[in-house]
T-cell receptor, first 112, second 116 residues
Framework: QQPVQSPQAVILREGEDAVINCSSSKALYSVHWYRQKHGEAPVFLMILLKGGEQKGHEKISASFNEKKQQSSLYLTASQLSYSGTYFCGTHERRGGADGLTFGKGTHLIIQP | GAVVSQHPSRVICKSGTSVKIECRSL??????MFWYRQFPKKSLMLMATSNEGSKATYEQGVEKDKFLINHASLTLSTLTVTSAHPEDSSFYIC????????????FGDGTRLSIL
């Protein structure tokens, strides 16, 4: 089941903050965050596995709620290089075919 | 580290041609490789999961006879689009992972396939 990402798009000025949300109707095994620039491969940002988990660093961090149905990605004091499309990929089951189901993406544009 | 190479990056060919795309993990052993398809400005859609030495597991709606996947070694997986038609035109992208689902997937640069 495809996770729901919001917002669809964000336009910020350099230095502003952004929050991108990813939610599922089912409890998830894990959430993976990626950033993709136009015409390039998605780049891995981080994985969250545990309910209540928060990880990352000062500039880019993420959280996973206790019920493991929602994750948020936090971009602080955004830089021009943060522009791109952010995808959350979720994993619902263990074993067998265990690829990620990606949300529709959030387009982030950082303006100088 | 964790570099995945995908080749070719762009293919243009006539309808009816079969096209092979290679995905290689250059500096790690990939126990599992994944193939995704991405339409312009859309999300990545999982096509299949392949484990080294095993048959690929295809997602619902993906024709296994159309999209042949081989994962012969821990560093190479191939996707062959057989008898390609214009509707198969898309961006195909592979990823590779070592270990289980709590490990990150590392993506190749993708192959843009255009069928005339």
């Amino acid at each position: 089941q495809q996770p729901v990402q919001s917002p669809q798009a964000v336009i910020l000025r350099e230095g502003e903050d952004a929050v991108i949300n990813c939610s599922s109707s089912k409890a998830l095994y894990s959430v993976h965050w990626y950033r993709q620039k136009h015409g390039e491969a998605p780049v891995f940002l981080m994985i969250l596995l545990k309910g209540g988990e928060q990880k990352g660093h000062e500039k880019i961090s993420a959280s996973f709620n206790e019920k493991k149905q929602q994750s948020s990605l936090y971009l602080t004091a955004s830089q021009l290089s943060y522009s791109g499309t952010y995808f959350c990929g979720t994993h619902e089951r263990r074993g067998g075919a265990d690829g990620l189901t990606f949300g529709k993406g959030t387009h982030l544009i950082i303006q100088p | 580290g964790a570099v995945v190479s995908q080749h070719p990056s762009r293919v243009i060919c006539k309808s009816g041609t079969s096209v092979k795309i290679e995905c290689r993990s250059l500096d790690f052993q990939a126990t599992t490789m994944f193939w995704y398809r991405q339409f312009p400005k859309k999300s990545l859609m999982l096509m299949a999961t392949s484990n080294e030495g095993s048959k690929a597991t295809y997602e619902q709606g993906v024709e296994k006879d159309k999209f042949l996947i081989n994962h012969a070694s821990l560093t190479l997986s191939t996707l062959t689009v057989t008898s390609a038609h214009p509707e198969d035109s898309s961006f195909y992208i592979c990823s590779a992972r070592t270990g289980g689902p709590n490990q990150p997937q590392h993506f190749g640069d993708g192959t843009r396939l255009s069928i005339l």
